[in-house]
């Protein structure tokens, strides 16, 4: 369903008010555009940073409730997602944001989540998702209501720039793949 090259565009950083509006519902003639720019977005940011796996319309400036996620090889494009976390369990994890690259922020997020979202013809989808996929889920969830992982330290000790980040968690734990799969 997505054209091909379509430029990418530059993602909002933290500061930028923009990041904190309200998206409002997209109709699908709104999404396929912005659908394409996210996805080329997210293929940059990819290609310079080594890491990306979700991005929210609201990081590149578009207040519509579109995400467009990457996960395991295959591409999701949610228009208009509505979220519900399904038991009680939760994880702690670092999680980080295109929007402060260099900043990971510990944070709890539910184990397991239900999707729902609008498709292209007008059908609704439903997903369910655990672990990684759910946190990633959450992450872009909040974009859509101006909520940022920084909204959701845990603590005071919950803030880690990535240098520190990589010479504390990285260099000697074997674990490395459980704390850095939150890079969306
Ligand atoms: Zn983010």
Redesign the pocket.
């Known amino acids: 369903m997505l054209a091909l090259g379509v430029a990418h565009c530059r993602i909002l950083q933290i500061g930028d008010p923009l990041l904190r509006e309200i998206s409002r519902p997209a109709s699908e003639t709104e999404a396929e555009p912005v659908f394409c720019e996210l996805r080329d977005t997210l293929h940059e940011f990819r290609r310079t940073n080594g890491f990306g796996r979700g991005i929210?319309a609201i990081?590149i400036g578009v207040a519509l409730r579109l995400i467009y996620i990457e996960f395991e090889g295959q591409p999701y494009c949610l228009r208009n997602p509505v979220m519900e976390p399904v038991g009680d369990a939760t994880f702690d994890l670092w999680d980080d944001?295109?929007?402060f690259p260099n900043l990971l922020v510990r944070l709890r997020r539910s184990q397991t989540v239900r999707l729902q979202w609008d498709t292209e013809t007008g059908d609704t989808a439903t997903l369910e998702a655990s672990g990684a996929f759910s946190e990633l889920i959450q992450?872009?969830m909040d974009?859509l209501d101006g909520v940022?992982?920084v909204d959701r330290a845990l603590d005071r000790n919950s803030f880690c720039t990535r240098e520190e980040y990589e010479r504390r968690y990285l260099r000697h734990s074997i674990v490395s793949e459980t704390l850095t799969r939150s890079l969306?």
């Open positions: 929210s990081q944001c295109f929007s992450h872009e974009h940022v992982a969306v």
